[in-house]
């Protein structure tokens, strides 16, 4: 029995420095790049929120006080099914699940808040999360999106 393989109708993926400065350049690109699925404007605002908080977490916790790079994958599926991976390289997570709990942050000296991962389980219909110490993190954030054209 063979395994369907799905195929994205369109994808983008980007690298860049782990500065806090591209976490902005992150959300208008993924916003750019979903502005062909004609999102409706909450809907786009939620997923540039996930993307945010997975940006965040990739350059302040994966690279703590180093620098590294970023992945930002996004592929567009049939059905308006949306995929964004977010991968960092930096020293990974020791225990995920603690780590997405609400309220844990290992950078509480920073006010950190500790909600990243809630807010993109919040936003987003599935979040998956695949760390190996030393070796960094991926983040893959999962929804369909509706269509923006509303009847009036």
Same mark, same amino acid.
């Given at each position: 029995m063979s395994r369907q393989v799905r195929r994205p109708i369109n994808e983008m993926k980007l690298t860049f420095p782990a500065y806090s400065e591209n976490e902005r350049f992150a959300r208008i =690109? /993924?916003?750019?790049?979903l502005s062909q699925l004609d999102p409706c404007i909450d809907e786009l605002s939620d997923i540039k929120t996930a993307v945010s908080e997975g940006v965040t977490? =990739?350059? /302040?916790?994966?690279?703590?006080? @180093?620098t590294g790079t970023v992945l930002l994958q996004v592929k567009i599926f049939p059905e308006r099914r949306i995929y964004i991976k977010i991968q960092d390289k930096g020293c990974g997570i020791e225990n995920v699940e603690q780590a997405m709990q $609400?309220?844990? @942050? @290992?950078? $509480?000296e920073e006010d950190r808040a500790g909600l990243g991962f809630a807010i993109m389980e919040t936003f987003m219909e599935k /979040?998956?999360?695949?760390s190996t110490r030393g070796k960094g993190t991926t983040v893959i954030l999962e929804r369909t999106v509706s269509s923006g054209k509303r009847e009036l």
């Open positions: =690109a /993924v916003s750019g790049f977490n =990739a350059i /302040v916790h994966g690279y703590r006080n @180093t $609400p309220l844990f @942050t @290992t950078a $509480p /979040v998956r999360v695949k």
